[in-house]
C-alpha cells in the first residue's frame, strides 16, 4: 500500500515536470519564430520606402496619387539619390504631364492676329485665380494678358516640331519648349503671360522689362502662381518670364511636385 501511494506521488511529480518542460520549450521556439519573422517584415518594407518615394516610378506620367506621398518627402529631406531617381524621369529636363480631360478646361481668353484667332483655356481652379490676378494687376494699372493656356499633346507636337525646325536638334528646341507628353500647359494649369501695354513682346525675352512681369515676381504667389523656369532653374530649362503655373490647391501642388522638389 506504501510502496503503491509513493509510486503515485513519484508518477504526479513526473507528469508535472513533463508538462512544465514541454511549455518551456514550446514558449522558446514561438519567441524565436517571432523574432524571425519581425526583422524579415520590416526589412522587405522599408528599402522600398527608400530607393522609390513614388509607388508608380515606373509609370511615365506622375498623377496626383502618386504626389502626395513625394510631398511627403519634402525637398529639404530629399537626397541626393532620391534626387537623381526623380529627376531620371525627364527628357531633356522636362518632366512628364499626363494631359487633363479637355472638356474640364474653361475659355479665359481669345488671341487673335489678322490671321486667326484662337481661344486659350485653362482649368477652372486655375482661371478663378488667374482672372483674379489680372483684376489685382489692373487696379495698379499693370495689364496682364493670357498669351497660352492648355495644351493638348497633339498641339504641343506641332509647337516642338517647329522649335526643332528653327534650332536644329530636339535637344536645342527642348531648352525654350517641352516635347510633347512633357510640357506643363497639358494640365491646365500653366499660363503663358504677357504685357497688355507692349503685345509685340509675347513670348520674348523682353517681356522681362516690363511692368506685367515685375508685378508678377511681386503678387503673383498672393494667388497660387509660381514661374516654373526662372533663372539657372534645377531642370536646366531656358529662363522663361512669361510662363508661371498654378500651385494653389493641393491638387496642382501635388501635380507639380517633382519639378517643385528639385527647386
Ligand atoms: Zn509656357
Known sequence: MVFKKK???????????LVA????????????LSSQNLPVQSTTKSPSNLVSPQPNSSSPV??????????????????LAQQGSVFSQTTYGHFPYKQADPKRMIIVASYA??????????????????????????DEGVWIILVSG????????????????????????????APSGYSEHHTGFAVD????QFPKQD???????????????RRAKEFGFEMSFSPNNAQGVSFEPWHWRYVGS????AIFANARNLR
Open 62 to 79: 506622375p498623377s496626383a496619387s502618386v504626389a502626395p506621398t513625394n510631398s511627403t518627402v519634402g525637398s529639404a529631406n530629399l537626397d
Open 250 to 253: 493641393p491638387d496642382s501642388a
Open 21 to 32: 518542460f514541454t511549455v518551456v520549450v514550446c514558449g522558446a521556439l514561438l519567441v524565436q
Open 113 to 138: 492676329t489678322e490671321e486667326y484667332q484662337r481661344f486659350e483655356s485653362v482649368d477652372p481652379e486655375a482661371g478663378k485665380a488667374l482672372m483674379k490676378m489680372i483684376y489685382a494687376a489692373r
Open 193 to 196: 503671360l504677357a504685357d497688355g
Open 203 to 217: 513670348i520674348t525675352y523682353q517681356f522681362e522689362n516690363t511692368a506685367a512681369y515685375r508685378w508678377l515676381t
Open 7 to 17: 509510486f503515485a506521488h513519484f508518477k504526479f511529480i513526473l507528469i508535472t515536470i
Open 150 to 177: 492648355f495644351r493638348t499633346i497633339k498641339q504641343q507636337q506641332k509647337l516642338f516640331q517647329e522649335q526643332i525646325k528653327r534650332r536644329g536638334s530636339p535637344e536645342a528646341a527642348a531648352k525654350v519648349s
